[in-house]
């Protein structure tokens, strides 16, 4: 019983982070993969299970343990300018990351007949509401509840296309350059910077010790297992679907192409899904980027809503305007990698330090494993990227 309440204590930040994981770009990175490759990539979101947990294992374990967030971490270990270094260009792709969130949440809207004017803006109110002068434990409840609502409605799109019939390909390996451009995309969608950041800084924040690295552990693997399984979920419910029907820019389209596959209610559930996926993965990538560069600049993780409001409002914008959604989600995947280099690394070395860790330090067994996983995830978009070009 006192574990089960201890769980229930610490049961936040590694969960949040997985459904965050999970955004607007992700959802659109799977159901891409569905309408192009069926279930042939199901294996693959299944392995991803494994180094998003490592990596994100890690994350909290830093947190627990040392009670400071990543980018603080990096300042005071390193230097100021190595910590901008690592937070800077993840905040600058997380302004296109939030672009894509409430572009995301228009689509949602929409589906239901409500245009972006109104929704995004509003969604845009409801959310400052939320995070602005809030404790994180308070801003995290809300986002718990969302998330269950987020997770039925995926699995009840996937089973919508299931009760039709679904050939399932255990195995498939293409070297076409769509192909690893697809791999590479959902490499992406697994790993993103401002995850890192946002664990460490939230297992901190909720003042979450070492004596509770089992409860984070257990939730990370946790959380792990449910976000690829709901990625599963949105590529089993565009099966079928054709690539020309998973029109972002046209809702409507995009509704008649679902129904034609899942039926009616199909389309109304994809817009909860995108909707929810959107609206988590904009909170929690605001305070994960935010934290990481005021605690770089050594502000103090309170003044995290100016820097929000800085990169937000243009991209709030942007939101507003017709763009190329897809070619823009599936791009800033593969740049998420090249932007999850730095941190990563620095992260790989902090857990490594005797020092700050003490018994909590990666064993050799714990680092082979990491910067095998680590290699793989940069060595996956590096690949991608010559076939880009």
Not at 228 to 256: H, N, W, Y
Not at 321 to 336: F, G, T, Y
């Amino acid at each position: 019983m006192n574990k089960f309440k201890t769980l229930l204590k610490t049961w936040g930040p590694a969960w949040l982070v997985m459904i965050a994981d999970v955004d607007a770009a992700s959802t659109i990175t799977a159901a891409e993969s569905g309408a192009r490759y069926g279930t042939k990539l199901i294996w693959f979101l299944l392995l991803l299970t494994i180094p998003l947990y490592v990596i994100q294992e890690v994350a909290g374990r830093v947190g627990a343990v040392t009670c400071k967030g990543l980018g603080e971490l990096i300042k005071e270990n390193y230097s100021r300018r190595t910590a901008l270094f690592a937070a800077v260009p993840m905040a600058l792709v997380d302004i296109i990351s939030y672009m894509i969130e409430y572009t995301g949440i228009a689509i949602g809207f929409e589906i239901f007949g409500v245009p972006p004017y109104i929704s995004v803006p509003l969604i845009f109110i409801i959310h400052l509401i939320l995070v602005y002068k809030k404790q994180y434990a308070q801003a995290e409840r809300p986002l718990l509840v969302i998330s269950i609502f987020f997770a039925i409605a995926w699995i009840a799109a996937a089973f919508l296309t299931m009760r039709r019939g679904i050939e399932f390909t255990p195995f498939y390996f293409s070297n076409s350059s769509d192909f690893i451009f697809l791999l590479a995309a959902n490499v992406g969608a697994v790993i993103m910077p401002f995850m890192l950041f946002y664990q460490a800084s939230a297992t901190a924040e909720k003042c979450i010790t070492s004596k509770s690295l089992w409860a984070v552990r257990l939730e990370t693997g946790i959380g792990a297992i449910v976000s690829e399984l709901i990625m599963v979920a949105i590529m089993l419910a565009t099966v079928g679907v054709s690539s020309g029907s998973l029109d972002f820019a046209d809702p409507k389209i995009l509704a008649q192409g679902l129904s034609s596959v899942s039926g009616s209610f199909a389309p109304y559930l994809f817009g909860i899904g995108l909707i929810a996926a959107s609206f988590i993965a904009l909170i929690v990538i605001s305070m994960g980027s935010s934290w990481g560069v005021v605690e770089a600049l050594g502000w103090g993780r309170k003044n995290w809503f100016k820097v929000y409001l800085v990169e937000s409002i243009p991209a709030l914008v942007v939101a507003l305007l017709p763009i190329n959604l897809v070619s823009l989600a599936l791009n800033l995947m593969v740049l998420q990698i090249l932007v999850l280099i730095g941190p990563a690394v620095i992260l790989g070395l902090i857990a490594s330090n005797k020092k700050l860790m003490g018994d909590n330090v990666s064993g050799t067994f714990n680092k082979i494993v990491y910067w095998t996983f680590l290699a793989l995830i940069v060595g996956t978009g590096i690949v991608s990227l010559v076939y880009m070009i």
